[in-house]
């Protein structure tokens, strides 16, 4: 059987209301189909005829481009058109693995409901979003070509525009300001890093640019930015093995720690409570913890995963940290000392670009995962370990397949309700 792709649609947040009543789930046995692809096979998505750097498949995927040509060392230009075709237009996983769902999750696009948004969703490809820390209605859209939008996801109107600085670059860090909730901190792929205040940006697509309140220095191949809990300092990581502290008053640099890891740093996150306590992932399948008022090179500890890992985010009240390694590798560990508490136990499907992500929901109640190979969001207990829900994203409206690129919950909703963004595939089978 062969899968190819037909068209593609543009990218859109969704927002996905899961009803936690029914708890049971069934899993097929795919263990020993899935055994014997990943010894005998090695499936190379996005008709690519040579493997390639896992850095480099990534840093495609998150930028909206597409790399169907082999080359040792890619380079890192923009698309001259927003019409080119973007990570929509991939393959789906020969041995991606599907589940039955155990319930029909209710699910509907943000960007498309409302007047306002509708006109504006013929021009946005989203790429990342974050919820506001404070305001329930409130969430911020960064898009592939550069464009923050701050939205009511709750009846998609659109509140607020930031336009692109300089050239198109797509956004691939955001983060809310605690304490100082009309600020919002964005990071570009072109290593742009800024500080916007809402209240002082338009509420309208025109043309010119948004007023930064505060530029940061530049950090290279940026993917990643988060504040500590006292908003006076701010974490850089990308595709490199480097990390940056920054004022976040001034945006002037204070730190650049080189060589934390073997391999680059997916995602560097502060805790929620202690501004000097930090946690890295990496390619090179550790995750560490550091503190800021220790030797910079020397962590508190290290724990290590089977495969690459993908990002690391602390639970609500730092008891533990929730590590997404490649390919469905989801594991809980204490971040007193990085034991690991539990083991989420998501089938593999065998393909080394099967990019994982996974957030805790409804405080540290319960943990979302999704793949960017797989339309499946999973639902699991954080404390026993148990799958509770696989709810599937297949549209069947027209055919298409959908598959998760980023991932947040929502954390004022008691009852489950989180945010996807998703690619859209059109499949063939022959």
């Not at 055994?35 to 930028?63: A, G, I, Q």
């Not at 701050?150 to 998609?156: D, F, P, V």
């Not at 469905?328 to 034991?339: C, R, Y």
């Amino acid at each position: 059987m062969k899968m190819e792709s037909q068209t593609s649609s543009r990218p859109s947040v969704w927002r996905i209301d899961i009803d936690m009543t029914d708890n049971l789930q069934k899993q097929p046995n795919v263990e020993i189909t899935k055994t014997l692809l990943s010894k005998y096979y090695e499936y190379l998505p996005y008709n690519r005829l040579h493997k390639e750097s896992v850095v480099n498949v990534l840093h495609f995927r998150e930028t909206g481009t597409s790399s169907m040509t082999f080359s040792p060392n890619p380079s890192r230009t923009k698309p001259s058109s927003v019409h080119k075709r973007n990570q929509c237009f991939y393959t789906r996983s020969l041995c991606a693995a599907k589940f039955v769902s155990s319930v029909q999750a209710l699910q509907y696009p943000i960007t498309n409901v409302g007047q306002t948004a509708e006109e504006i969703d013929q021009r946005l490809r989203p790429r990342q979003f974050e919820y506001h820390p404070s305001d329930p209605s409130l969430m911020a859209v960064g898009t592939l070509d550069g464009e923050v939008v701050i939205l009511n996801h709750e009846t998609g109107n659109i509140l607020k525009y930031i336009s692109p600085y300089q050239q198109i670059s797509g956004i691939l860090g955001l983060c809310w300001l605690k304490k100082q909730p009309s600020k919002l901190l964005v990071g570009s792929d072109n290593d742009a890093l800024r500080l916007y205040d809402i209240n002082n940006v338009t509420s309208k697509l025109e043309d010119g640019y948004s007023i930064a309140a505060v530029t940061f220095d530049d950090f290279e191949q940026l993917t990643s930015v988060h504040v500590n809990s006292t908003d006076d300092l701010c974490l850089t990581s990308g595709y490199s093995k480097k990390v940056a502290i920054y004022d976040v008053c001034t945006g002037q640099r204070l730190q650049l720690f080189t060589d934390m890891h073997r391999e680059p740093i997916n995602v560097a996150k502060f805790s929620n409570h202690s501004p000097n306590l930090l946690a890295t992932s990496s390619f090179d399948r550790d995750v560490k913890m550091w503190d800021l008022r220790q030797d910079p090179m020397r962590p508190c500890y290290t724990a290590s995963s089977s495969r690459g890992n993908v990002m690391v985010c602390f639970s609500p009240d730092d008891l533990y940290l929730l590590v997404s390694a490649v390919d469905n590798e989801v594991k809980q560990l204490l971040a007193v000392d990085g034991t690991l508490h539990t083991d989420f136990g998501i089938v593999s499907t065998g393909s080394s670009y099967n990019y994982t992500r996974s957030y805790y929901m409804n405080g540290r109640d319960y943990i979302i995962s999704g793949s960017c190979e797989e339309p499946a969001i999973r639902v699991c207990c954080a404390q026993t370990g148990r799958r509770l829900k696989d709810i599937s994203l297949e549209d069947t409206g027209d055919g298409s397949s959908i598959f998760v690129q980023s991932l947040r919950s929502d954390p004022f909703r008691v009852s489950s309700l989180f945010s996807t963004y998703m690619h859209r595939h059109h499949l063939s089978a022959d």
